[in-house]
């Protein structure tokens, strides 16, 4: 059974770097995009940048600027690099994989357990 567990999260004085880390374990045929939603409380989650297998990069406006998405395709690991924390970044971050279990399945999308981020001003 494919899994997603994430570390890296804590509390972070306001500019202040976190790294994140997500990594997939189980069977898995290939992986395709990972990424990385937030969710606050009484919000809905949103996206806050995907990377491709082949390394190509999305990321949400507010964001762009200060996080940047890796991966290491050899691990079966995406990275979120926050830079520049601000307040407002307060959230639980959870990622996401596109993974086939096998060759021949359809790609499913699999999340991660969430990890808190806390900024502190």
């Known amino acids: 059974q494919v899994q997603l567990v994430e570390s890296g999260g804590g509390l972070v004085q306001a500019g202040g770097s976190l790294r994140l880390s997500c990594s997939a374990s189980g069977r898995m045929y290939s992986i395709n995009t990972m990424g990385w939603y937030r969710q606050t409380p009484g919000k809905q989650r949103e996206l806050v940048g995907d990377?491709?297998?082949?390394?190509?990069?999305n990321y949400a406006e507010p964001v762009k600027d200060r996080f940047t998405i890796s991966r290491d395709n050899a691990k079966n690991t995406a990275y979120l690099e926050i830079n520049g924390l601000k307040p407002e970044d307060t959230a639980v971050y959870y990622c996401?994989?596109?993974?086939?279990?096998?060759?021949?399945?359809?790609?499913?999308?699999?999340w991660g357990q969430g990890t808190q981020v806390t900024v502190s001003s």
């Open positions: 990377i491709t297998r082949t390394g190509s990069t």
């Open positions: 996401f994989a596109e993974i086939a279990e096998v060759w021949v399945a359809p790609f499913r999308v699999y």
